[in-house]
């Protein structure tokens, strides 16, 4: 009997692992520590001290930084042709060498690089970013495509949260040494990643039964953890904390992480239960049912072979399908939507992005003590999670319950990220902790809808590439408006302020402004540039209105009530179901 008991809990324990509710939170642990880009204000500084950088120098680093976290073209291609693990152990082990070199040179265990090596080094380890999206996010939304709002929106979410977490864990381990934080974002991400290799991967797209209600008791519980985060945040502002004080912070923090796990036991308990109740087919039983739809899957898998050998991915590149179909790499690229997301994505998430990775020096120039910087950083970073957590589920629900395009609520959090620009710009006194939380927020508002739009417009056949090509957008906009004209402008008046006339200077010399002036100008262009990014989505809007106003999930609905008719026997991790859906089909 014990036996038997103890063989029962590890069958039930391989089911929870293997499940895709554990791959969620295997996910959203990978995601949690995968925003270590967005804490470049917290040891931004110690670079550009240690190592003796100008604005401008700094600012191109922080470029090179965005390119790397948004360049993720390569991990999507790779994704195509590799299972998940494959990415994920690339991009762990990326992080680990590109932040560990930078963590060798700020502390000066090594020579000093060249700007080019610290640039690469940004780089690899930024990159490893679009590695780890790539990896957890794209199979999640596959394996839930009707709830991809939902889906992005809370991964997405804990990767907002990663900067305020790792400021807690970074506190507990390290005390107030930064230079110390870049050493754990080195390890910490690579170590979670490695741990759950095996959890996530591709799986067929398997009916669950009220899987929304699933993900907002998700939801809640990451809400637990921004709100713990807030409150800790706040007293830490207005106190002075021991060692032993951010130790208990950092647990508790680690404890909420884990929480989720009591959601996945509960709802795989009620998969294996069912699984067990419902498993009453003899072995010839079964046998003839699995047999029975082999020739429906030869005939739906013919029709696509047949297209695929008569129609050439050049030759239909300006002829793309309706949209909501499966689009190409190439007809997604070259269409008019697609070029007009990129191009608004350009303006509205460059400006933001320029204004967190100057956080540091605008509140330096402002006057505000150092203290208040981390405030400023973590503030972001809640403030980026609710954006993106509210994004991500409040369009789903907008869109299921009152047909409310995505394309608008992009264009409506642009213009609201303008009010963000003007308050730096005019430097009101004690408003940049207004305008933090400001563009946090609309900072991670914007990657949601833009990722379920990429998705819903051109299909989710190739969405792993098509998910990264929209990403390079950011670095663009952070090039333009971040490197040419905020680093420009800054070291412009800095220069001025010592009276020194034009750009030359003394190498190594470093330069620092103080006052409203110094970034005045750069954010009124910022706050123009981001209202011509709204007048370009707002082409989209009207581009999209019919489609949207249509059901653009009866194709999963139609696949999914199919998959529900047919027996299935096994894990739903696995793909035991031999009538697979034809998403499975295509992607063979």
């Known amino acids: 009997m014990a036996v038997e008991k103890l063989t029962k809990t590890k069958a039930f324990l391989h089911h929870v692992i293997t499940g895709r509710w554990f791959m969620i939170f295997a996910s959203c642990l990978i995601m949690a520590v995968s925003g270590a880009t967005y804490m470049f204000g917290l040891y931004s500084n110690e670079v550009k001290v240690s190592l003796g950088y100008d604005q401008s120098t700094l600012n191109l680093i922080s470029f090179f930084k965005d390119l790397g976290a948004n360049l993720?073209?390569?991990?999507?291609?790779?994704?195509?042709?590799?299972?998940?693990?494959?990415?994920?152990?690339?991009?762990?082990?990326?992080?680990?060498?590109?932040?560990?070199?930078?963590?060798?040179?700020?502390?000066?265990?090594?020579?000093?690089?060249?700007?080019?090596?610290?640039?690469?080094?940004f780089y690899i380890g930024a990159n490893s970013q679009s590695f780890a999206n790539t990896g957890a996010l794209v199979n999640c939304v596959k394996s839930f495509p009707r709830s991809r709002g939902s889906v992005i929106g809370l991964l997405k979410g804990y990767v907002g949260l990663s900067g305020a977490i790792f400021t807690q864990l970074y506190h507990a381990f390290y005390g107030d040494n930064s230079k110390s934080l870049i050493f754990l974002i080195g390890w910490l991400p690579a170590a979670i990643s490695f741990i759950f290799l095996p959890t996530v991967r591709v799986l067929s797209i398997t009916p669950q039964p009220k899987e929304i209600k699933v993900f907002y008791q998700l939801l809640y519980i990451s809400l637990g953890v921004a709100g713990f985060l807030m409150m800790l945040i706040i007293i830490q502002n207005k106190l002075s904390f021991t060692r032993m004080e951010y130790i208990v912070g950092g647990m508790v923090v680690l404890l909420l992480l884990l929480l989720p796990l009591g959601i996945v036991f509960k709802e795989e308990?009620?998969?294996?239960?069912?699984?067990?109740?419902?498993?009453?087919?003899?072995?010839?039983?079964?046998?003839?049912?699995?047999?029975?739809?082999?020739?429906e899957e030869a005939l739906a898998a013919a029709p696509a072979h047949l297209e695929s050998k008569n129609n050439s991915c050049l030759k239909n590149v300006f002829k793309p399908p309706k949209r909501g179909e499966d689009y190409t790499i190439f007809q997604a690229l070259f269409s008019i939507d697609m070029l007009i997301l990129f191009i608004a994505t350009v303006f509205g998430v460059g400006g933001t992005l320029t204004a967190l990775d100057n956080l540091g020096q605008i509140g330096n120039s402002l006057g505000y003590p150092k203290k208040s910087l981390t405030?400023?950083?973590?503030?972001?970073?809640?403030?980026?999670?609710?954006?993106?957590?509210?994004?991500?589920?409040?369009?789903?629900?907008?869109?299921?319950?009152?047909k409310f395009p995505r394309p608008l609520l992009l264009t409506l959090v642009m213009l609201l990220s303008c009010v963000g620009h003007i308050l730096i710009a005019f430097g009101i006194p004690n408003s940049l902790y207004i305008s933090s939380v400001i563009i946090g927020f609309c900072f991670g508002a914007i990657w949601p809808l833009m990722f379920a739009i990429i998705s819903e417009i051109f299909g989710l056949k190739y969405y792993s590439t098509l998910y990264n090509f929209g990403a390079v957008a950011s670095p663009v906009g952070s090039y333009i408006l971040n490197v040419r004209v905020t680093g420009y402008l800054y070291d412009k008046e800095a220069l001025k302020q010592l009276g020194v006339k034009g750009l030359i200077r003394q190498k190594g010399k470093d330069l620092t402004c103080l006052g409203v002036?110094?970034?005045?100008?750069?954010?009124?262009?910022?706050?123009?540039?981001?209202?011509?990014?709204?007048?370009?989505?707002?082409?989209?809007?009207?581009?999209?209105?019919?489609?949207?106003?249509?059901?653009?999930?009866?194709?999963?609905?139609?696949?999914?009530?199919?998959?529900?008719?047919?027996?299935?026997f096994g894990n739903t991790g696995a793909t035991t179901n031999h009538a697979e859906e034809p998403d499975k089909i295509n992607r063979k």
Do not use: H
């Open 72 to 121: 993720g073209i390569f991990s999507g291609l790779i994704n195509e042709i590799s299972p998940p693990w494959v990415i994920l152990a690339m991009g762990a082990t990326m992080n680990f060498i590109g932040y560990f070199m930078i963590w060798l040179s700020v502390t000066s265990r090594i020579a000093k690089p060249q700007v080019w090596q610290m640039c690469l080094y």
């Open 517 to 568: 002036q110094c970034y005045k100008m750069a954010f009124l262009i910022i706050t123009a540039s981001t209202l011509i990014g709204c007048l370009v989505s707002f082409i989209l809007v009207i581009r999209t209105r019919k489609f949207y106003k249509g059901d653009i999930y009866e194709k999963f609905r139609v696949e999914l009530d199919t998959a529900q008719s047919l027996p299935t």
């Open 375 to 402: 405030t400023f950083v973590s503030l972001v970073s809640i403030w980026n999670y609710l954006g993106r957590a509210s994004s991500g589920f409040a369009s789903e629900y907008l869109l299921t319950k009152y």
């Open 269 to 295: 308990f009620k998969i294996w239960k069912n699984q067990n109740q419902n498993q009453t087919f003899t072995d010839a039983d079964a046998t003839s049912v699995i047999e029975l739809p082999q020739p």
